[in-house]
């Protein structure tokens, strides 16, 4: 039987003491229940308890009452895993058991993540792992054929291994793995904030700075009691929409260019560097480096040079519009897209998958529509979907999110709330937890500071959206060609430095 | 196809005409640091603990770091006086680590050109090789705008190549994570004799935001000999141009301005 949870708010500072001790027995049951009743694990993960022991912490999140339950239970060396019942927990226990050496029994694919060696005190002199070197799945038999690709890729993009199991050119099994990009930033987090801090943020995933260091803000916001003026959360959201429309056009153009239509290709690489161009207006980095910033943002816009945005705005979603029209009406392209990599719904649900990739098989799932904070909170966006669950499908759901993003940043830009962009900053609360959500371009970002009793951060827990999505690309790969591969990555465009932090 | 035609009537020509005529760069760019240590009041130390990276010392004369400094605002904004702030030079590419650190009133030494043996064969066709070891994606992503129509590096007789066996030198990003350190040094054995090394953005030059970390090694020039330093966190697209073209000796030193690149 499952315990009854509490139920708490994203944004929601929570008292440790608040947060149920449960027992490994009640603390799986509540997990695998609120799974089974449509809740998505937003996040599990480990941090240093008393005697040695290591403390587990869940998310819980259910969309359907915009609601999270925090559950925790201590562990000392293993606990049957949740991933043989839940596969959403597949790449968190991982994570855990080589973080901190905890073994979740019946794992059934219990591998390194990100080839590192373990945080769990006293054992910090185990060696660290080999990057690259696990014991990797392996088929044998007549005409099968292993293809490796990485860690250093063909074209300019960061490095993984990607293992293929072919028969002939059909791929039967890929295994991806990570960590080749793992510069210790959760580690380093640990004790702050510091002044390193909302640097490490914007940098763990260069090409999600705003969405993720909008999740940090909001988080330590909540945590010193700091309340940020309307005129900056509209800021925020204009730069984060601005940081979709960015990739997304640029992931677009991609998409076309691995399809071997260059024009739209062409186009697209052009104006996403418009839409950069936009965020350096504003803050004078394409990337919005020094933009957002804790108690609001650090730039403000004047009446003119609103009026230049929205001029240029108005420019580059004229442009896109007219470039990624080319790809709709292209034959050659439609069916490339059509048909490849599919994923069902069923299968999305099962993983966990988030982002445009879980919209374009059909589910409903975007924070900025479930767990709104800062301006989606007044002004909803509403979710972009398609039911196919291909290549086409996440190119469509770009498409539309392009076309939603232009009019939310249409109607912000028009009615700017006048007031200061930055409070000062409340120190933060000491044993507190706190969970934020922001929907980056891929997906749901989800940040879990833990206070100590001194207000530091005992631990500070990041999930980039690819790390719920990098399982999805490798279950598309399945039956497909071995050359859908290019089109199949490029269609969930995943981050390999915000999953190896 | 009469759609496709009009379509490429209408998105027109679209590459910058440089290094021609200077580039228009936001009004908010944060360029070449100007310092000015007379509005310094003695003892005051704001902008050096403001710092995240440390790039910045006060004690004996204002001093900064570009290969550690990440341009952004916090030192500016924590002086009281002024005595920092970002200006539009966004030529900062240097041959040296050490040309990087910058004093009050000391002109940056950009990058020079090739040495003779490596212009001749390097000078008009360079193919580079981009590993990223450790980056963010933002130095990845502001290298591979240099593809786009709007940089179109290939006219300048650069390319990037997917084989270091094609390649006549490395581009590297990030700030080399003991995990990609393997693979760089594979990579770099690959390239054939003479290669050049280009560290492009602030972790490959010092680690960056991730200096001192154990999980980093702090920069390209700790791994492998480095030919450029292109500073930045990321590097403009343009100042990444620039480093380029003074590398194979298409932009002097004495290089001409001809407009001030306002927005």
Known sequence: MAPALSLFHSGQPIPLRNVPDLSIVEFRAAILSAVRSGSSLAALFGMPAQNQHVQLIAVVADSATNSISILRTVVEKSYPCLTLECPQAHWFEREIAEQWLVHPQGHPWLKPIRFHAPYRPGDRLSPAPKAGVTDFFAMAGEEVHEVAVGPVHAGIIEPGHFRFQCHGEEVFHLEISLGYQHRGVEQALVAGPGKRTIHLMETLCGDTSIGHSTAYCEAIEALGGTAVSARAQVLRGVALELERLANHTGDLGALAGDAGYLPAAAYCGRIRGDFLNLTAALCGSRFGRGLIRPGGVGFDLDSQLVVKLQERLEAALKDVEDAVALLWDASSVQARFEHTGTLTRETCETLGLVGPAARACGVERDVRQDFPSGIFRFAQIPISKWHSGDVFARAWVRWLEIQRSGAFLREQLASMPEGSILSSAGPPLPDHLVVSFVEGWRGEICHVAITDAHGRFARYKIIDPSFHNWMGLAIAMRNQQISDFPLCNKSFNLSYCGHDL | ?263
């Open chain 2, 1 to 263: 196809m009469p759609s496709l035609l009009l379509t490429r009537l209408r998105q027109g020509k679209r590459t910058v005409p440089f290094p021609e005529i200077e580039p228009v760069l936001p009004e908010r760019f944060r360029g070449l640091p100007i310092l000015d240590q007379t509005r310094c009041p003695s003892g005051c130390t704001s902008c050096a603990d403001a710092c995240p990276t440390d790039a910045i010392t006060s004690a004996g004369g204002l001093q900064i770091d570009l290969g550690r400094c990440l341009f952004c605002p916090e030192c500016a904004n924590a002086c009281p006086e002024g005595a920092i702030s970002f200006g539009q030079q966004y030529r900062l590419a240097t041959s040296n680590r050490n040309d990087l650190v910058l004093a009050e009133g000391e002109t940056l030494r950009l990058a020079s050109r090739l040495a003779e043996q490596s212009h001749r064969i390097l000078g008009r066709s360079l193919k580079l090789r981009q590993v990223s070891a450790g980056g963010c994606n933002g130095c990845e992503a502001d290298v591979n705008v240099l593809n786009t129509v709007v940089f179109d590096l290939g006219r300048f007789g650069i390319q990037f190549v997917a084989s270091p066996r094609h390649a006549d030198g490395l581009l590297i990003t990030g700030a080399i994570t003991q995990n990609m350190r393997l693979a760089l040094e594979k990579t770099y054995s690959a390239i054939p004799e003479p290669k050049i090394v280009i560290a492009v953005g602030a972790c490959a030059i010092s680690g960056g935001p991730f200096r001192d970390h154990p999980e980093v090694l702090n920069g390209a020039n700790n791994v492998l000999p480095v030919d450029l330093f292109v500073p930045g966190c990321p590097p403009h697209p343009i100042t990444i141009l620039d480093g380029l073209l003074r590398l194979l000796g298409r932009i002097e030193n004495c290089s001409r301005s001809r407009n001030s690149g306002q927005d």
